[in-house]
């Protein structure tokens, strides 16, 4: 009998080799990838069932490779392993269409309940958040400021918070220096920052980018 073929993605090592532990008794594991855009040639490439990911990366975190990932292929099951403990986090990630949401302080079993729940369809979120998760969706609660960046945005702003330059983040994504200002200073309007330190610092709370 075929066993589902999981795809890591986490760029801690010693995370990924004890997830490559814990997951191939139940598991084929697909790959091991270490970043937001290795994440997207993963997927297109190995075709996984499930995706198993950080939400912080380097270059494109989680999020945003998850939003990539789902304009070109909506059924595409990802489940988030994180140290953000926080609601905006949770909430954010099923916006985007996660198929799970889990804490790495969690039980190992809850992972594996997780991928299971991804490949029979259904979403899973960790008990310790889950109450608040829905009851914010219930009651309308807004979203946070990082959810008001489009892909792109936080795409620009994830690389300039890693110290890149405008003439480096243009030739990086195939754009010019003059669109990379425009994003950079359109984030600033959007966010109501002053300056590109105030975008950095933004960029590491809101888990956009690790430092």
Known sequence: MTRPRVLLVDDH??????LKRLLEADFELAGVVEDGRAMIEAAR?????????????????????????????????VVFL??????????????AGAAGFVLKHSAPAELVLAI?????????????LAGEVFRAARDGAPPDAAASLTPRQREILA???????????????GIS???????????????GLANSAELVHFAIKHGIVQI
Do not use: C, W
Not at 82 to 95: D, G, N
Not at 120 to 126: D, F, K, N, P, Q
């Open 116 to 128: 299971r729940s991804a490949l029979e369809g259904r979403t899973y979120v960790a008990p310790a």
């Open 159 to 173: 690389l300039l918070a890693e110290g890149l330059a405008a003439k480096e983040i243009a030739g990086m994504l």
């Open 13 to 18: 090592r010693i995370v990924a080799e004890g």
């Open 177 to 191: 220096v003059r669109t990379v200002e425009f994003h950079k200073y359109r984030m600033m309007e959007i966010l």
């Open 45 to 77: 490439a190995l075709r996984p069932d499930v995706i198993v990911a950080d939400i912080s990366m380097p270059h494109l975190n989680g999020l945003d490779a998850l939003a990539r990932l789902k304009q070109e292929d909506p059924g595409v099951k």
């Open 82 to 95: 994180t140290m953000h403990a926080e609601v905006a986090y949770a909430r954010r990630a099923l916006e």
